[in-house]
């Protein structure tokens, strides 16, 4: 609000997904409020909404910095593992993938606050461009909704390896 009343901010980015929902409690009223849009990076939890990474962070590639993140690794990965199973129920039942369903929640849940949001996940294959793209034409029911809300209050592991490095910790 500070910094809106020095000059408009017309964009905030900041991490928001399933997975990682800080962002509702710490900026997501100001950014409705002053008309802010929000630019969430990592919509797909870093990719673990994917449902790509099946095996405790073995399957991340060599120097992946996801290996360094508590929620990738070891018993935290497997228990986050279970918590896509809603995702992936939700994304047969459209035909569609969790991916689609991960990015159409960030587009509801947007919507049920009022809030313009640009979602800029981490694509590098033309392929999943497009399965990005086609997400924007997924809509989730409420009872879908309802299902997913749960799912960050579960998430076990912290997001980054040392908790002081996130926003959250240095407001406080």
Do not use: C
């Amino acid at each position: 609000r500070e910094a809106h009343a020095v000059h408009p901010v017309a964009a905030l980015q900041s991490e928001w997904s399933l997975f990682s929902r800080d962002v509702e409690k710490s900026a997501l009223g100001a950014a409705v409020e002053l008309g802010v849009t929000l630019v969430p990076y990592s919509p797909l939890g870093r990719g673990f909404l994917t449902g790509a990474f099946t095996d405790a962070g073995k399957d991340l590639g060599e120097g992946d910095f996801r290996k360094q993140q508590p929620r990738f690794t070891g018993d935290n990965a497997r228990a986050n593992a279970a918590l896509l199973e809603p995702v992936r129920e939700i994304a047969a039942a459209h035909g569609a993938t969790a991916a689609q369903v991960a990015l159409a929640w960030v587009q509801q849940r947007a919507g049920l606050h009022g809030l313009t949001v640009v979602p800029i996940p981490g694509t590098r294959k033309r392929s999943r461009l497009l399965e990005n793209v086609a997400a924007t034409g997924l809509t989730l029911t409420a009872e879908e909704l309802a299902l997913l809300e749960p799912i960050a209050d579960r998430v076990a592991g912290d997001r980054y390896p040392d908790m002081s490095l996130t926003s959250e910790a240095r407001e406080k």
